[in-house]
């Protein structure tokens, strides 16, 4: 059945509200303002007039060295030399995009949600989802403690580049996972950083149940975990058919939300803005709502699952991790200055954060030497892995194969 392309738009009556209320200057209560934002040092560290706390927090973010590697991490297609294919550099855009624009007509603070939407990612593995899963398969076999991406995210601001973001940033990437759909988002309060510490290691130490649990302390937070969802549903589709895994939307069931990128994003953005405005909780319509678990299922059916994704993650990639993994870890425990994990990963830690690290703090290397190693991988565009697998395992037969830029041509006579 083919699925007509239909746009939804606000409904009337709350357009005329949302005008009504613009020229009346109406502030949303439920907005986190800024002077309310927590720094640590806050006292030392004070946001002056022309650079407010959440600018500076998205600075900060900008500015860091693992901002640059978004460029080259997968978002879920790897193996491809196609520019069209998305990455996390543009998908990080994306979510920040749609989120603002949600953002703007619900009256809350755009800056705040710039800066959690850019730094989300942060802490993703190579190679998506599936190096995020076989690196905590690792770190549960060899430390018993579990490995997310949004808690690396945290992780890489906090404690490995000591940022000082603020409470409300931290959180918001924490908790914005968008795997774990809700039709109803009421933020949880979160009044210090011990609070977030404590969530952070529940995730780490009760896995998957704690990062359920997790939902924002502000709705600028909340807006940013429902936009990460609508930002790669139909986005993936596209890169799909680009990549030739699947042919048109076919097989997608046609529904209210549509089945392509930019109706998603209409249709999805319309529906939480109809339903939300000037609430204290964001909320789909359980039709919307339906239609977003039904999305995501036949994603992972047809796409995330298929042999042509799945398949050489399992073979290759897999493998490939553990060696990386298991050298690494050696070479820590032996205290093997050439490795690349002391040169282009601890030492770099330690160069980069000369500055910042507070006075009395032990040195990064006093860390558990499988957390180390398990920042290190993170860290990793899915070139440079692949690279450093080559470097360590030169005779290694695991190899991965890309498909070609000329793939569709190889068949086409010369001269042609």
Known sequence: MKSELKYNKLSQELQERIRRDRAEHWENPFRFREENAIRPGEEKDRSPLWRPAFVRDTEKILHLPMYNRYADKTQVLSFYENDDITRRGLHVQLVSRIARNIGSMLGLNLDLIEAISLGHDLGHTPFGHAGERYLSELMQEFCGRYFFHNVQSVRVLDAMFQRKLTLQTLDGILCHNGEFEQQEYRPQPLSAFDELNSRVEACLTQGPEAVERLVPSTLEGC???????????????????????????????????????????????????????????????????HDLKVAKKENYERIYHSEAVSGEYEHTVRPMLRQVFERLLQDIREGNKASPVFRHHIDFIRKTTRFYRDEGQPDYLEELPEQIVADYIASMTDSYFLSLHAFLFPKSKLKITYHSYFEDLKETPKGT
């Open 223 to 289: 807006v940013v975990r429902i936009c990460d969802m609508i930002a790669y549903l139909g986005k993936d589709r596209q890169d799909a058919m680009t990549a030739h895994i699947i042919e048109g939307y076919s097989g997608f069931t046609p529904q209210e939300i549509g089945d392509r990128n930019a109706a998603i994003i209409n249709n999805m953005s319309v529906d939480l803005i109809e339903n939300s405005y000037g609430k204290d909780h964001l909320l789909l319509s359980p039709a919307t709502y």
